[in-house]
C-alpha cells in the first residue's frame, strides 16, 4: 500500500506515464519492541523546488500516517481502513495521490487515476491488476486484508 519512496527525482519514462517524477523522501516507522506491532509511519521529504532557493536544503515532515488517514495506529485493520477511505472518500484519494509523489505533484486525481491507484495497492500480481482496471473496477477485495497482514508481517520482520 505505501512503498518507499524514491531518494532519486528522476521522471519516468515509462510509456503512458507523464511526469512520474517525485521529491526525495525517507520513512520511519514507529513500532512497539515488545510486541512488533506498527504504531505509525512518518515520512520526511525534500522539496525540490523550495531547496533550488535556499542556500541549505531543509527536509521537513511531509505526514504522519495517522493523522493523514484518520486511523488509529498502523496495523492491518487500520490500512484497511485507510484503503477503504481512498477508494471511496475522494479527497482521502486526493491526500493519497499527492503523498504518493512525495508532494511533487498537485494534479487531481479523479476516476481513471482512483482506479489505477486503488487496483494497483489490492493487486500486486498483474493479470488481477489488469482484470481490476478493465473489469470490475476498484471494488474492495475480501482477500486483500490477509494479503495486507502478510506483508506488513515480513516488513516487521525486514525491520529487526
Known amino acids: ?15 503512458g506515464v507523464v511526469d512520474g517524477a517525485n521529491n526525495p523522501a525517507i520513512r520511519i516507522f514507529e513500532y512497539d519492541r515488545a510486541t512488533l506491532n506498527l504504531k505509525d509511519m512518518v515520512t520526511y521529504y525534500l522539496n525540490l523546488r523550495q531547496a533550488d532557493t535556499q542556500e541549505t536544503p531543509q ?14 495506529d498502523a496495523s492491518t485493520s487500520s490500512m484497511y481502513t485507510a484503503l477503504t477511505r481512498i477508494a471511496s472518500e475522494q479527497h482521502i484519494l486526493q491526500r493519497y495521490y499527492v503523498y504518493n509523489s512525495v508532494s511533487y505533484s498537485h494534479q487531481p486525481c479523479e476516476d481513471v487515476c482512483r482506479r489505477e491507484h486503488v487496483c494497483a495497492i ?13 473489469g470490475l473496477g476498484a471494488n474492495l477485495v475480501p482477500g486483500f486484508l490477509l494479503i495486507l497482514t502478510l506483508l506488513t508481517s515480513l516488513h516487521v520482520l525486514e525491520v529487526l
Open 59 to 72: 527536509w521537513e515532515q511531509e505526514y504522519r500516517l495517522t493523522e493523514a488517514y484518520e486511523v488509529q
Open 122 to 134: 489490492q493487486h500486486v500480481e498483474f493479470d488481477t491488476y489488469a482484470t481490476c482496471l478493465h
Open 1 to 15: 500500500m505505501f512503498l518507499t519512496p524514491g531518494v532519486t527525482p528522476w521522471k519516468t519514462t515509462l510509456p
